[in-house]
């Protein structure tokens, strides 16, 4: 547990989880010792708790390549090469404050050690990457960091209005908070992760993409895209830290908020 200067509780580590057993995995999916440290839960966010409670600062020292959101959902976060950017409604990207405070997101140290590089070379459409990745790493239960550098076509983006309170579920929310737009053709870097469905109601499970454009100036939570030519790195994860806040008592943790989950990532 740890503690504000005022003796207020700051967060308190809840659990550490070892997913790579010798046993169950193939031989092709090496160990990396790598953790991702997430903040939150994504039930905990789908609930409208939108409030920021840790400093971008210290979330940083868990690790360099993440995604999340920030304080009141104003935007979205992608950290690439251990610099936070945020990217507003309109897909506009800066570098983010790290007083910054994040309400949920998650982080790894992207150590190429121990990862698998993939090359691409020849158009790629988004699910035709995916099915490599899959292929590389059939084991559904190990998480994974992906990192996708070169050109890309069909890019379809959206981030988020801030909000103020009283906040309201994530999906009533983003009905008027989303805003969409198309980034077209863009050189860049992908920064995505695969969470496997044990961890349902923690994080996003399945393929969750943000984008950031090689100026460092354009960016969202991918909705779509290809690619034409470019290298895909992936690394496995074998550990995960979750660090949460004090979550209000009358919160409904107990509700299934699949659906909700579903409408807010593709926008259903």
């Known amino acids: 547990m740890r503690e504000t200067s005022s003796g207020q509780v700051r967060f308190v580590t809840l659990c550490l989880l070892f997913f790579a057993l010798a046993a169950g995995l193939p031989a092709e999916e090496p160990r990396t010792e790598a953790r991702l440290t997430q903040v939150a839960t994504i039930d905990s966010l789908l609930s409208g708790c939108y409030d920021g409670w840790i400093s971008l600062e210290e979330f940083l020292s868990y690790g ?34 790290r ?123 991918l909705l779509q895209f290809s690619v034409t030519s470019g290298k895909g790195t992936v690394l496995p994860i074998d550990e995960f830290l979750l660090i949460l806040p004090e979550l209000p008592s009358e919160l409904d943790l107990e509700r299934d908020r699949s659906e909700e989950l579903n409408a807010v990532e593709k926008g259903r």
């Open 64 to 97: 360099d390549f993440g995604l999340g959101t920030v304080d009141r959902i104003n935007g979205e976060l992608t950290i690439l090469d251990g610099v936070p950017y945020q990217s507003l409604f309109d897909g506009t990207t800066v570098v983010a404050a």
């Open 99 to 221: 007083d910054l405070k994040l309400p949920f997101a998650s982080v790894v140290p992207f150590d190429p050690v121990g990862a698998i590089v993939m090359n691409i070379d020849s158009p790629s459409t988004e699910d035709e990457i995916t099915e490599r990745i899959d292929t590389l790493f059939p084991n559904q239960n190990r998480p994974l960091a992906i990192r996708i550098e070169g050109d890309f076509t069909d890019l379809r983006a959206r981030s988020e209005v801030g909000q103020n309170k009283p906040y309201r579920p994530l999906a009533e929310t983003m009905k008027d908070a989303e805003r969409r737009f198309e980034l077209g053709t863009l050189s860049g870097t992908v920064v995505g992760f695969r969470t496997p469905s044990l961890m349902k109601g923690l994080n996003i499970p399945g393929y969750h993409y943000h984008f950031i454009d090689s100026s460092k100036q354009i960016g969202g939570h």
